[in-house]
Every structure is written in C-alpha cells, then in structure tokens.
C-alpha cells in the first residue's frame, strides 16, 4: 500500500517565479494538509483540503495557493517566490473524520529559491 | 492552542531507554497527545497517541498522568536508528485544526 508520495523531491527557482508542488495522499484517504519546514525548525501548517476546498489556513500569504483533485490528489502553488520560501514541503493526508491514527506525511520536496 | 514545551536535546546510547517528557499545561478537555517521530529530509512519522493512563505500541510507551499536564515518552532500548527529532503535539483528533508543530527534541543514540 502505497504511502503519500510527493513530486518532484528537488527543485530550484529563481525568485519570482512559480513553482507548483504535486501531492498524492495514501490510499483511502480523503484530506491533504501542506506543511513548511524549514531548516531546524518544525513544520509549519500552511493549509488543508477536503472534498476539494480549502477546509484550514495558517499564516501563510496569498502568494500561497492550492488545489484539490477529484481523486484526492493536491497541489500546493507558491507564487513570485521569495529566498525565505526556501524550506521542505511537506504533504500529510489522513481521514476526513479525523486522525485516530495520525497524519501520514510524504517525504516532502526541497525546494531551494536562488 | 495548548503550547507544548520539550527539551530541545538529549543524548543517550545504545541499549537505554530514553524518556522524553512534554509539558502541555493548558492541554484542552477534548486534546489529544501525539507524538512524531522525524529524520533528516523525511516526513514525520506517526509514533503513538494517547488521552490518559498509559499506551504502549510496538515502537514505544506514552505515559499521561491523571492531570494531563505533562506527558513522557518512553523509547525502550535505543538504537542508532532511533537517533532522530521527536515532536509532541496537542489536540483535538478532529481534522479541521491547525496542527503545527513545536521545534521538537533531537535525540542522538551514541554506540
């Protein structure tokens, strides 16, 4: 059984540009949450999805934006990209109902902003 | 928000135990006690998850006393492996919180 699996596991940007992370959750689950960790900090919650809407944010700005698919799959957008957007991004599914047994997280992408 | 305090390291070797306790004084009546387990350039992984008393899987131990102020996690006989950061969280099971996690404790296991 497949986990949660996150593409593309490196990327490099130059700031202001657009950078589209895509993640699918493990099978049977239904909600996506986005994390932003960066180096030697925890992560951070950006926002999550259910049934293709943007259920909870954090204190993230607009520049960051997402999508829900029909089969669950999400992608998180990061839009005129600054260095401080520098961090590992994090993809967590669970239930819709709730998290008796936790969130499952993908390994995340490495996104470095030059 | 109940805010979680963890030491930020500690160190042990091979064959101890390691015990980490968390501080959550305002711990809500409906929260929840998780704990995460992370290694470099991975994901955190889903360790245990408890209310109160005592709750002990295969990977470890999570002890709550009767006031749930505290918390300790209790990892039996270390190993390298187990050399990781480990985060505490408090919360409701319900999905629509922002769960955000703390910078959470580095563990080292020396041989």
Known sequence: DAGVTQSPTHLIKTRGQQVTLRCSPKSGHDTVSWYQQALGQGPQFIFQYYEEEERQRGNFPDRFSGHQFPNYSSELNVNALLLGDSALYLCASSEGQGRDYGYTFGSGTRLTVV | LAKTTQPISMDSYEGQEVNITCSHNNIATNDYITWYQQFPSQGPRFIIQGYKTK??????????????????????????????????????????????????????VRA
């Open chain 2, 55 to 108: 709750v002990t899987n295969e990977v470890a131990s999570l002890f709550i006393p009767a006031d749930r102020k505290s918390s300790t996690l209790s990892l039996p006989r270390v190993s390298l492996s187990d050399t990781a950061v480990y985060y505490c969280l408090v919360a409701p099971l319900s999905n629509d919180y922002k769960l955000s996690f703390g910078a959470g404790t580095t563990v080292t």
